[in-house]
Structure formats: C-alpha cells, structure tokens
C-alpha cells in the first residue's frame, strides 16, 4: 500500500488522477489532498476519501473547511493551511507518491520538497522545473527520488526510453538525435492572426481534444505550453534544444517521436486521456486500464505538420534560451506568462497582449543579461519571480494607460 500526495487535488490532473486510484482501493491511499481556494471540491473530496490531511493554500479559507467537516464526526481528517503546509504534506515521512499539479510557479517549493525527499514524484507542473532547472534535477538526483513526467509528451518520450535511461552506465541520451513534441494547436490552430484580436476567455478555453483547467487552456492556445514542454525536455532528458521539434497534430493521437542514432524512429500513441500517463507513472506495464480501441483510421492520417510560427509567435521564444544550459532568464519566462495569463483571466489585457509583453519582458536589459546566469538557491528564484510579476503588472499597466 502506497501513500499518495496530490498537490492540486481539485485540478483536472488531480481529479484524474484520484479516478485512476480509485480502481485500486489496496495499492493506494490517498494520504494528502491540497487545494488553493476550491473550498468546495476539497470539502467534497476529503468527504469521499477521508485523507489524514487537507491542505489549503489560504488559512482562511482552511478554517472554512475545517469548520464544514465538524458536523462529520467520523472524519478525521487534519485541515491546516498556508503554503508551507504544502511543502509539509509533500516531504512527509509517511508520503509515498506526490502528484505535482500545482499550476505555474506557485508550485515550485512543494515540487521541490518532494524532490529534496526522496519521493517517487509524478510531475504535472513543469513550470517548477523550468523555473529552477539544475537545482530540481540535483534534488532528485541526491535524494533518490524518482521524476517521472505527467506532460502527456514527456510521459511518451520517456516510455520510449530504455529501462537504464538515467542511470549513470546508460548511454541513451547520446543515443537520442531527435525528440518531436506535439501539439493539437489548441482552438486556433486554422484561425487567422487578424481574427484573433478580440478573443475572448471563453473562446480561448474551448480546447478541442483536452479538459484542462483555464491556465493551461490559455497556454495551449497560444502554445507557451509547448515552449515550456521543450525546455522542460531539455532538462528531463539532458537533450540540447536543437534536437527538440514541435510538430501540429490536430488530433493529439501522437504524443512523441524519438529518433534515435541507432536507425530507429520510435512514435508513441494513445488516447487523449491524461489518465493513461497517470497509471502508467503510478503502474507497471503488468497493470490494466480501459482504453480506446486502436485507431487505424488516425494511424492512416497522422497529420503532423511544422508549425507556422507566424500564426503561434511565442514558439519564436525558444531562441532566447541556452540550448543546453540552465538560466535565470527560463525563470523569468515563467514568472511573466503566469502574471500575463492571469491578467487576461481578468479582462485586464487581450489575448494577443500575452505573447507580445512577453517578448518586451524577456528583451528588457534587466532580464536579458539573466540568459546566462544560473539559479544559485530557491530563495533566488522565489525573489525573481515576486520581481517579475510585478515589473510585468506595471509594463501592462503603463502601456493600457498610453492606449
């Protein structure tokens, strides 16, 4: 029996994750649920699954929760709040797996936690890694925690790696000459770049293929996901960013093409359902999960095509980055999307503004000197990013003021 953690319980990750569990009531127990303000889902959830904690982000809204489960005398679940006590449920001694689906860099510390504790990590939060890079991947490796991608597209490279990808005699990312990520192209993928001026939050939600949550909706439509998906990949599988394609693939059939130097093309497919990468990061392949039928229709209609970077400008951020070193800069990428997608949430700019303040936040002097510039500490990063955030709010601010 496995203790599991999920950071971010009341996401679609987490709900999805809980699903897949739940067909296994004696390998798992689910033994922390966390949640930032979704009082309600988190109430519902620990109604159903009686974890030993409950987390919220807020410790207000914590105290709400605690006070509605007093009338269930049976439960006795912990509720407690405040960041830090995502970090605690994360390292605990008694956590086994930690589900990390925490969005945007809100989820760093905890991701990190886990990493710094030797837990087998499930990780759905690649803006962690993106943010700290070197210093991530030195905590899993000290730690011997297990890092295992939840990123449909990085879950598919790396079921196509041999079973020693990793350990210190394994000569397979040499051996990899070219990783291809797809992308659905989300709901503009045939849209016209003059059609999209006035998008609204709704529209740009509307994925055609995947449930997602609204920031990852956002960052699907206007492909920053794939941004951070290459870099992430970099980073996972120790592959310079010239080895790494992004492909369109409007039917998110394919997740992964891996060539390697040997001859040999491996393309990994299967059903758009995040549940798949979720078993198959919690199982071996001894395991079962119902699944859709294999398709020879889509098979005999790949379609997989190189993007118009025209059409998706934030692609063109690729080139600002290290092809295989760590920066400060990859910190601030994600500082300023998160700030700029909440923005966007909130009526406060327009769709197109996303990826054009992103290119004057990365060109600015301050920040283009960070393109060489490792992270030294957390504390480091945790700075830059309050700092970006910030700087980002008031360009939006400035330039809303001279429109």
Same mark, same amino acid.
Request: hydrophobic residues 40%; positive net charge; glycine residues 4%.
């Given at each position: ?286 395991? +079962? !999960? =119902? ?7 889509? $098979? /005999?209609? %790949?379609? &997989? @095509? ?41 009526? +406060? !700019? =327009? ?7 992103? $290119? /004057?936040? %990365?060109? &600015? @002097? ?38």
């Amino acid at each position: 029996m496995k203790n599991v953690t999920i950071l971010g319980s009341t996401g679609t990750i987490g709900e999805n994750t809980l699903n897949v569990i739940a067909g296994f009531p004696s390998k798992f127990n689910v033994f922390a649920l966390t949640a930032n303000k979704s009082i309600e889902k988190l109430y519902r959830q620990v109604l159903d699954w009686r974890p030993r904690y409950a987390v919220l982000s807020c410790t207000n809204s914590a105290k709400i929760l605690s006070d509605k489960l007093k009338s269930h005398s049976a439960i006795k679940t912990e509720v407690i709040g405040g960041p830090e006590s995502l970090q605690f449920v994360a390292a605990h001694e008694e956590t086994d797996y930690v589900m990390a689906a925490i969005v945007g860099g809100a989820g760093l510390l905890s991701s990190m936690s886990a990493a710094r504790h030797g837990k087998r990590i499930l990780l759905a939060n690649k803006e962690s890694l993106v943010m700290s890079g070197e210093l991530f991947m030195n905590e899993v490796k000290n730690s011997g925690s297990q890092l295992l991608p939840i990123d449909s597209e990085h879950n598919a490279i790396f079921q196509c790696l041999p079973f020693d990808y990793g350990s210190p005699k394994s000569s397979s990312s040499a051996s990899i000459t070219k990783l291809i990520l797809t992308g659905s192209g989300g709901p503009f993928l045939n849209t016209s770049a003059e059609k999209l001026s006035d998008i609204s939050v709704e529209q740009a939600c509307n994925h055609p293929n995947w449930v997602m949550g609204q920031k990852i909706s956002i960052d699907s439509a206007t492909m920053m996901n794939k941004v951070f998906e290459v870099i992430e990949a970099k980073k996972i599988f120790n592959v310079s960013l010239n080895k790494i394609k992004v492909f369109s693939h409007p039917e998110s059939y394919v997740h992964a093409i891996v060539k390697f130097k040997n001859g040999l093309t491996k393309i990994l497919i299967h059903d758009t359902n995040m549940k798949i990468p979720i078993f198959n990061s919690l199982f071996n392949q001894n395991e +079962k !999960i =119902k699944s859709d039928k294999l398709n020879i229709k889509k $098979l /005999n209609n %790949l379609n &997989l @095509k190189i993007i118009n970077k025209n059409q998706f400008p934030s692609l063109n951020l690729i080139k600002y980055f290290s092809s295989k070193n760590n920066s400060l800069l990859e910190t601030v990428l994600v500082s300023a999307n998160d700030e700029l997608v909440d923005l966007f949430l909130k009526n +406060k !700019i =327009k769709y197109l503004d996303i990826t054009k303040n992103l $290119l /004057n936040v %990365l060109k &600015l @002097k301050e920040f283009k000197r960070l393109r060489l510039k490792k992270p030294i500490n957390l504390a480091q990063i945790i700075r830059l990013n309050k700092y970006v955030r910030l700087k980002t709010r008031s360009l939006c601010v400035r330039s809303s003021d001279n429109v």
